[in-house]
């Protein structure tokens, strides 16, 4: 995916060793390299002593390629992986929108929810609360469409990914 | 058996071999310092923290072994972050040992608390907050692994109070195995074999030598690769000493102050071997026109500094020493390898560096009794027999010590090269003299940054470190002077010292020499005195006031686009 100045969006996996701190290697060497962040999303992998790291960045190769090879450098960091460099992959983001539900609009909202696939999670009088998970794509559609009815909070999630397994 | 975590890390140093430490003391390391009263373990007590940091960087750079560091918390500890940064910058192997407060108080806003830790955390190679008592004794042999493997650089150790007065257990040593760090010494066959081919095909070869060459040992094989293939090689200021600097291939120092000639030969080459070298801004002026006809090669032990500035043809991720031993192997197996023909088929190449030497060689104008600082450096190079152990601090003092002062061996030059640091070379000189109590060591500094950690002559004399100091007076700041005479109209804005101490006296009020020189016939009587002392002697040179530093490539400039005197 391009941004508006032609730089690749990249969505990098990083496993990393479970210890205080290393959150802010990996922030710091972003912010003080001059290298932009887009998301970030951190939770422990099946071993609690290894943390999987998602983040989505963009530049031109050089930089990603910079951008790679520091983070391979820091001492706590396992692997190192360009996800979006895989011959294919899944990825996934998780809203959660409070959106203005009245009378008049209450039943399209639940319409729209239920194209998207999306969940309602909280019940107002005024206002229904909704999950919808997918691509950055589809997040953002759903966003497009629900705004002109009127979302009053959102949390996005940031991104998720990994790569499918080979087919043979 | 248990023993105290002040006697872990005691018993840690001894078992890395550390004979030397440089520091100061305070209230969250005063059970470290106790326990070095039943040490062998040298300690050296600094006026500054900052001096601290400076003296085991030129420790560990003239003994190819990890400098040590301790200090106390807060201030102590901010105290040393130039001196990491600049051993960060440099890649300089070194372990600093911060006392934190205890481990209950931590986040509490304590007295002398600080976040050494984050603060550090960009310019350590890495570093580590010790909080369970059981992890100390790992994690310092895991810092001396981390400093002194791979691209070697500082780490620092942050140890809580309470942590180092716990009982313990001391493991024994193991080999230390990390699953996520292991750096790769060995060349890949595959790219030695395209290096070499690479060098064959050259006609206009030029090796590009940097600190790496200095820090992996490399010298040798660097040499007997320039001298196999007869290739001209040019330094980095890091990379000084890496080749003989009056040997006939070498072109001196390239970059901003570099050779005319060594700044011709890259951008003429058409293949640049770089050997431990990062292509820094200083080296390379404006990107696109730096060796814009070559091919190159680039050996580093670091995979994130190949292709970082420059996109390189023949990548090589590896130790210095492995890499030239393998591509000397290389050419010594060929049987199809005519070196004799190959040298001479470099002999025109070197013949138009030379027509570039004698067109603008480094030089100076000599002006009646007025001393020119690059004459002073000449004679402190001519009277030393060429062997002495130089630092520097930083500015036209550096430039006119790497111009003038041609290096030989290896570990014989300390400077900060990467950041810069006024203030390096005084404390710099202490380390190395406490590393190498036979050499003669010099600071050759500027007045103005002489001043920025003068107060080590107590150091110097409490320890009876003879150290040399020749200060280059011309009462400016002079580079930042140099830098306002040509593209700021000569407006000396804060650069003119005023008010600056009589060295002489200084020297004498510390209990060490002072001697001036006014005028020329004064420089050698003065240096000759000054070696022949066995004390700390501070050389007060008044030089030529507005004497500058050329050649020059203005910043971001080609580095063909050079101001010659």
């Given at each position: 995916m391009m941004n508006k100045d032609n730089q690749m969006k990249h969505t990098i996996s990083v496993l990393l060793q479970n210890k205080p701190g290393v959150l802010s290697r990996v922030t710091g060497l972003f912010s003080g390299r001059g290298f932009n962040i887009e998301s970030l999303c951190v939770a422990s992998t099946l071993d609690p002593t290894v943390s999987c790291l998602t983040l989505v960045t963009s530049g031109e190769n050089n930089i990603i390629e910079q951008i790679t090879k520091q983070l391979h450098k820091?001492?706590?960091?396992i692997k190192v992986v360009d996800i979006s460099e895989e011959t294919d992959y899944v990825e996934r983001e998780m809203v959660i929108l409070r959106v203005k539900a009245e009378a008049n609009t209450r039943a399209e909202v639940l319409r729209v929810i239920d194209i998207f696939r999306g969940k309602v999670v909280d019940v107002s009088p005024k206002s229904y609360a909704v999950e919808i998970t997918g691509s950055t794509n589809k997040i953002q559609a759903v966003i497009d469409i629900l705004k002109p009815i009127g979302i009053q909070e959102i949390v996005r999630s940031g991104v998720i990914a990994m790569a499918r397994a080979k087919k043979n | 058996m248990k023993v105290t975590g002040a006697q872990a890390i005691i018993k840690c140093l001894e078992e890395q071999g550390v004979e030397v430490i440089f520091g100061f003391p305070g209230g969250a390391v005063i059970d470290i310092y106790d326990e070095l009263t039943r040490s062998k373990i040298t300690h050296v007590l600094v006026r500054h923290e900052q001096a601290a940091v400076h003296a085991a960087d030129a420790y560990g750079r003239v003994r190819g072994e990890v400098g040590v560091a301790l200090v106390t918390s807060g201030p102590g500890a901010t105290n040393t972050v130039t001196g990491i940064a600049s051993a960060y910058m440099d890649s300089i192997p070194m372990v600093v040992f911060t006392g934190q407060v205890p481990t209950k108080l931590i986040g509490n806003d304590a007295f002398q608390e600080v976040d050494i830790v984050g603060i550090t955390r960009p310019c350590t190679k890495h570093n580590y907050l010790v909080k369970n008592p059981e992890d100390l004794v790992p994690t310092i042999r895991e810092a001396f692994h981390i400093a002194r493997t791979g691209r070697p650089g500082p780490v620092l150790i942050d140890l809580p109070k309470d942590v180092v007065a716990a009982k313990i257990s001391f493991p024994k040593p193991e080999p230390i195995k990390m699953q996520t760090y292991r750096p790769t010494y060995e060349p890949h066959p595959g790219q030695i074999e395209k290096a070499c081919r690479a060098i064959m095909k050259s006609d206009r070869p030029v090796i590009y030598a940097g600190g790496g060459v200095i820090a992996s040992n490399a010298s040798e094989e660097l040499t007997e690769l320039a001298r196999k293939l007869n290739m001209p090689v040019t330094m980095t200021l890091m990379g000084l000493g890496g080749f003989p600097g009056t040997d006939r291939l070498s072109m001196g120092m390239l970059g901003m102050h570099g050779t005319y000639y060594a700044n011709m030969a890259v951008a003429n080459c058409d293949l640049l071997i770089a050997v431990g070298a990062r292509f820094d801004d200083r080296v390379t002026g404006k990107i696109d026109a730096f060796a814009p006809h070559a091919k190159i090669i680039h050996i580093d032990i670091d995979p994130a500094s190949i292709s970082k500035n420059v996109e390189v043809d023949i990548p090589m991720v590896a130790d210095c020493k492995h890499a030239l031993t393998a591509i000397n192997r290389w050419f010594d197996r060929q049987a199809d390898f005519d070196r004799e023909a190959e040298a001479a088929k470099h002999g025109p190449w070197c013949e138009q560096i030379e027509d570039w030497r004698r067109k603008h060689p480094l030089g100076y104008a000599a002006d009646g009794d007025i001393i020119k600082p690059q004459y002073v450096v000449q004679k402190l190079h001519e009277l030393t027999g060429g062997d002495a152990i130089i630092t520097t601090e930083v500015g036209q003092n550096q430039m006119w010590a790497a111009q003038f002062y041609h290096f030989n061996k290896p570990r014989a030059f300390m400077t900060s090269g990467g950041l810069g640091v006024m203030g390096y070379g005084f404390p710099a000189a202490i380390g190395a003299q406490m590393a190498a109590p036979d050499r003669t060591v010099i600071d050759i500094a500027g007045d103005g940054s002489i001043q920025m950690n003068i107060q080590e002559l107590a150091t110097a004399r409490q320890y009876r470190c003879p150290v040399k100091i020749a200060i280059l007076n011309n009462g400016y700041l002079g580079m930042v002077r140099q830098w306002q005479e040509l593209f700021y109209d000569k407006r000396y804005s804060h650069t003119t010292l005023e008010a600056t101490p009589d060295f002489v006296a200084l020297a004498r009020a510390y209990g060490a020499v002072g001697l001036r020189a006014t005028k020329v016939s004064e420089v050698e009587p003065v240096i000759k005195e000054a070696l022949a002392t066995d004390n700390v002697v501070m050389m007060d040179f008044v030089i030529a006031r507005e004497e500058g530093v050329y050649p020059m490539v203005p910043a971001g400039k080609a580095t063909t686009e050079m101001l010659l005197v």
């Open positions: 820091l001492i706590d960091v | -």
